[in-house]
């Protein structure tokens, strides 16, 4: 399994940005597709975004135009750029990997992070 951090998390008011991080470990970090999810109080844990090993992205469409995943191989780590968040954005945050892709869409691995929180307020 891959080891993954999350970090950069906090408190923002709605139009400001927040950059997440996720490093892993592992030597086949490069090869991986990775998901960034999030989970609200009392929802369901849901994709946000994701990126497969060749650099391919998908979005939700609830953050289409506002977030932007990418990924530096050199450093083990995938960002996810968020702008203009709103307090519908607030969640914690979970990068997932060893994943698969279903067409598009990223199906959840077995590796989480520990999540980071993301709080915006109105």
């Known amino acids: 399994q891959v080891q993954l951090v999350e970090s950069g998390g906090g408190l923002v008011q709605a139009g400001g940005s927040l950059r997440l991080s996720c490093a892993a470990s592992?030597?086949?970090?490069?090869?991986?597709?990775i998901g960034w999810y999030r989970q609200a109080p009392g929802k369901q844990r849901e994709l946000v975004a994701s990126?497969?090993?060749?650099?391919?992205?998908n979005y939700a469409d609830s953050v289409k135009g506002r977030f932007t995943i990418s990924r530096d191989n050199a450093k083990n780590t995938v960002y996810l750029q968020m702008n203009s968040l709103k307090p519908e954005d607030t969640a914690i945050y979970y990068c997932?990997?060893?994943?698969?892709?279903?067409?598009?869409?990223?199906?959840?691995?077995?590796?989480w992070g520990q999540g980071t929180q993301v709080t915006v307020s109105s």
């Open positions: 592992g030597s086949t970090f490069s090869k991986n597709a």
């Open positions: 990126i497969s090993s060749g650099g391919r992205t």
């Open positions: 997932n990997a060893d994943g698969y892709y279903r067409g598009s869409y990223y199906m959840s691995g077995d590796s």
